[in-house]
């Protein structure tokens, strides 16, 4: 089984500072992992996805994370916030093998103020 | 917009009675994941289709059913609604449910019991 631990809950930051939000995760298998961002009102909608190759990856609107295996963390970085990108995060892992299966983290809402 | 559509948007409702949820998955989609997202428990996995076929279970009540129609359409049954059944139920949909997909979600249905 997988799990996801996001230990921010919210993160606030200044528009067009840096930002990093913080997952870590724990499975006994290969995983995949995932970023996903909801938007207020809105349904999830996936920022950028990890499934093998190079530790960075890039996804939309600018933001990137790294794969990290051995300390079981997958990050996500952005160097420079706009106040649209106000919305709640969600890691999420899944298992390599099989049908997929989602374990999301609890979310980490990042708040843009001017 | 994702092409997920849910209906309704909203839904008001008291508590013992019963609720359908439908979920049109993107057009060639053939697999279909229900989660329910509220504020104590955050984003919880309940129950995933292929092409009609029930292929993995979440965290989901005996009093909760689902399945998947030839058109590929989902419905979410939810009976005997308590209070704590009050939350955001999403719909999201995979072209065939492999560990790689994204996973596209709908943009929910609000359920009140009261």
């Known amino acids: 089984a997988q799990s996801v631990t996001q230990l921010d809950s919210q993160v606030p930051v200044f528009e067009e500072a840096p930002v990093e939000l913080r997952c870590n995760y724990s499975?006994?298998?290969?995983?995949?992992l995932f970023w996903y961002v909801q938007y207020p009102n809105q349904g999830l909608q996936l920022l950028l996805k990890?499934?093998?190759?190079?530790?960075l990856v890039k996804g939309i609107n600018g933001f990137e994370a790294e794969f990290n295996k051995s300390q079981t963390s997958f990050h996500l970085r952005k160097p420079s916030v706009h106040i649209s990108d106000t919305a709640e995060y969600f890691c999420?892992?899944?298992?390599?093998?099989?049908?997929?299966?989602?374990?999301f983290g609890t979310g980490t809402r990042l708040l843009v103020s001017p | 917009d994702s092409g997920v559509t849910q209906t309704p948007k909203h839904l008001i409702t008291a508590t013992g009675q019963r609720v359908t949820l439908r979920c049109s998955p993107r057009?060639?989609?053939?697999?279909v994941y229900w989660y329910q997202q509220s504020l104590d428990q955050g984003l919880q996995f309940l129950i995933q289709?292929?092409?009609?076929?029930?292929?993995a279970k979440g965290n989901i009540l005996e009093r909760f059913s689902a399945q998947q129609f030839p058109d590929l359409h989902s419905e979410l049954n939810l009976s005997s609604l308590e209070l704590g059944d009050s939350a955001l139920y999403f719909c999201?949909?995979?072209?065939?449910?492999?560990?790689?997909?994204?996973?596209?979600f709908g943009p929910g249905t609000r359920l009140t019991v009261l």
């Open positions: 999420a892992v899944s298992g390599n093998t099989g049908f997929q299966k989602l374990v």
């Open positions: 499975s006994s298998v290969s995983v995949y």
């Open positions: 057009s060639g989609d053939l697999s």
């Open positions: 999201a949909s995979t072209l065939s449910g492999a560990s790689t997909d994204t996973q596209y």
């Open positions: 289709y292929y092409n009609g076929e029930e292929r």
């Open positions: 990890y499934l093998s190759g190079s530790t």
